[in-house]
C-alpha cells in the first residue's frame, strides 16, 4: 500500500468516525466466495479519541468500475469483526447489512486516492 492511499484511509477513518487514525500496519486479504476471489490490501489503524467507537479500523479501496472514483470501505473492530479477514469477508459474502459490525463509506476521486 503506498502513503497516498494510506493517508486518504486515514482521512475517511477520522472523519467518518470523529476520533484520530494512526496506521499500525497494512495485510493482504483473501477471500473466496465460490469461484470469485476478493483480493484487498487492508490498512489496520488504532483509534483514539473521546469517543472511540472500537479499538481498531479496518480500511481499503474500491475502485469503482467505469469511474474515476474510488470507494473508502470502513469497517470497525466490534462485534463478530474481529481480524481484518473478518471485515473483508464480511464485508463481501453478505447480501444484507449486518446488525452487529459497523460499516461505512466514502468516495473519493481516484486521482486523490493516487496522490496527484
Known amino acids: 500500500m503506498q502513503e497516498a492511499e494510506r493517508a486518504a484511509l486515514q482521512a475517511s477513518v477520522e472523519i467518518l468516525h470523529s476520533c484520530q487514525a494512526a496506521f499500525l500496519h497494512d495485510e493482504i486479504v483473501h477471500v ?16 483514539r479519541g473521546d469517543r472511540v467507537p472500537a479499538p481498531l479500523a479496518y480500511a481499503w479501496t474500491d475502485p469503482l468500475l467505469g469511474d474515476q472514483s474510488v470507494h473508502h470501505q470502513v469497517v470497525l473492530h466490534q462485534g463478530v469483526v474481529k481480524s481484518a479477514q473478518h471485515a473483508v469477508a464480511g464485508f463481501f459474502l453478505t447480501d444484507i447489512p449486518s446488525h452487529s459490525t459497523s460499516s461505512t463509506t466514502a468516495v473519493a476521486p481516484l486521482w486523490w486516492a493516487e496522490g496527484r
Open 32 to 47: 473466496t466466495s465460490g469461484s470469485v476471489t476478493f483480493r484487498r490490501d487492508v490498512a489496520v489503524f488504532g483509534l
